[in-house]
Each structure stands twice: as C-alpha cells, then as structure tokens.
C-alpha cells in the first residue's frame, strides 16, 4: 500500500506567508461594520423624522469608527503608518482604498454627530456662528456617511480575499456579502439596545434582515469554496467560533423579529446579534491564518485547480504545461 502524501515544505515553513494581523485588526473590522451600517440607519432615521433613532445611530458611528481607527494603528504599529496610507491613492490597492474609504466616512459621520452631541448639550458649546453652518452641514455630512457606509463594510472582506492565504482567496466571491450582512445585523442590534421600542422599527427590520443574508450568504460562500479551502472555517478555535456565531445570529433575528415590542427582549436579541457579527470576523480572520500556517491547504486546491484546467483543455497557458 501506498501511503497518503505528507504536505510539507522546505524547513517546514509556510507556503504562504500570513499578513501579521492579531485581534486588533479583527476589532477593526467588526467595528467598521457597526459604524457603516449605523450610519445607513442614521440616514433612514433621518429621512423618517425618527430623532432618536438617528441620534444614537450618528454618535454609534462616530464612536464604532474611532475606536476602529484606534485599533488599525494599534495593529499598525505607528499612527503615522496610516497617513502615509493617505499620501496616494492606488485604485488596485484594498488597503489604499480602504483608507480613504475611512477618511471620508469619519469626516461625515463625525460632521454629523458634533451636531447631535450640541444638541443634546442644549447647545452649550462656544461654537458662535459655527454652530449656524453645523446645522446646515450636519444632514449632507449625514448623507456622505451613508454613502461611503457599504464600501466600509465591505472593503474589509475585499482586503482579505484579495491575498493569497488560501480560505480568504477561495472565499473571495461571497465574502463581502457575509460581511455587509452581518454589518447590518450588528448595527440593527446596536440600535434596538440604544433605542426606545417606538423608534427602533427600522433596527429591528435591519437586524432581521441582516441576520437572514448572514445565514444565506454563509452557507452560499462555503459550499462554493474549494472543500479543503474551507476547512479551517469548520475546524479547531475559528471553527468552534463560527459555530456560536451562528446560533447566536439565528437567536437574535429571532428574537428581534418575534419579539423586538418587549423592550428586555429586544435588549437580549440586539446584544446576541453584536456578539454573533464579532464572532463572524474573529473566526474567519483566524481560519485565514491557520489555513496559511499548513501547506495542505495551498497545494491541494492548486492541485484540483491544474486538473479542471486541463480537463477544460486548456494546457498551454502559464500555469498549466502540455500533457
């Protein structure tokens, strides 16, 4: 009998390297996804005449995106890294877009909370005539934040799957639905916790159907990706807490459907779904990096890969050689 091959590599390093992302990074991206999807609920508040829904969704945003910058140049290293970042922009770069992406969402939002915190304050802050051209400026800045809210949420999948660490790249086609959906969810749970009952309608509604695309978008992404890419996503820690995402996700759609009136409940569901959206980026983030630490997970999709294409005949090419 044969033996079943041993993947290894030279000295037994890697085949891919992993970017040298930690939790940081994984905290930045769950709160990307808050700030993005409470500035969608801040506009939607704001064009329904819900001001207290679009209050506490406009200073969740501010908030999510600051404590989400604090934890990129946490990972970063040094805060300078991130304005070199700023320096150009290079439009096949996730990273470099990303950056401005955030620059400009931050600029509306905070435009657009500023107000909101002088309000409250029963305009108690020496701002003069300034706070005449905050007024004014406070709803388009609201509409620039929701405008740059989806890319936000979004880009983070895209900087993943755009390398080479092999569960991130086979994912590359439906990540960014798993991660607007659960976006979504997270900043509807935010706004049923922060919200009274008569005015978070529409957090419910964008945590129900948050909650639905995260399920549906999950499901779709693994059973598309190559069964051996997708392993790390079922396996060992990022396996186990993608697993409690998702009952903790199917939990609080429940709840913020069946009972979103009851103002305990509705607490309850909006706090299982945060928790189930920060679960879906810690578990991927590190299933990414486990399945580049094994060169299993590099060779045997490549190997299925090369014999598809010749299958397909194409044998001539840069990847393939003649059979």
């Known amino acids: 009998m044969v033996p079943e091959p041993e993947f290894t590599s030279y000295y037994g390093r890697p085949v891919v390297k992993a970017p040298p992302w930690e939790n940081p990074i994984a905290v930045y991206f769950v709160l990307g996804g808050v700030a993005g999807g409470s500035s969608l609920l801040a506009l939607g508040a704001q064009l329904a005449d819900l001001p207290e829904l679009r209050r ?134 935010l706004g049923i916790i922060t919200t009274s009952v008569s005015q978070a309608r529409p957090a419910r509604a964008l945590a129900v159907l948050g909650a639905a695309g995260d399920l549906v978008a999950t499901q779709v992404m693994e059973r598309r990706m190559d069964p051996v890419a997708a392993e790390p996503l079922h396996e060992g820690g990022p396996g186990q807490t993608l697993r409690w995402s998702r009952r903790l996700v199917a939990v609080g759609g429940l709840g913020a459907l069946l009972g979103g009136g009851n103002r305990i409940v509705a607490a309850a569901s909006g706090a299982a779904l945060l928790a189930g959206s920060a679960l879906t980026r810690f578990g991927v983030l590190h299933a990414g990096l486990n399945s580049a630490a094994d060169p299993r997970y590099t060779i045997e999709p490549q190997k299925r890969r090369l014999a598809a294409r010749r299958r397909a005949g194409i044998t001539h090419d840069s990847i393939t050689t003649a059979g």
Do not use: Q
Request: charged fraction near 15%; include cysteine; aromatic fraction near 6%.
């Open 56 to 189: 506490n969704s406009r200073i969740s945003a501010v908030a999510a995106a600051g404590v989400g910058a604090i934890a990129l140049v946490t990972d970063l290293g040094r805060p300078e890294r991130f304005l070199n970042m700023l320096r150009t922009i290079k439009l096949t770069s996730p990273m470099s877009l990303g950056s401005w992406i955030l620059a400009a969402f931050s600029t509306g939002a905070g435009v657009a909370a500023v107000s909101e915190v002088d309000r409250m304050t029963d305009c108690r802050a020496p701002l003069g005539p300034l706070r005449k051209v905050l007024r004014a400026a406070e709803h388009p800045a609201g509409v620039v934040a929701a405008v740059f809210a989806a890319p936000l949420a979004a880009y983070t999948a895209v900087l993943l799957s755009d390398t080479a660490v092999p569960t991130w790249n086979a994912a590359r086609e439906d990540l960014p639905f798993v991660f607007v959906s659960s976006a979504a969810l997270a900043s509807g749970g």
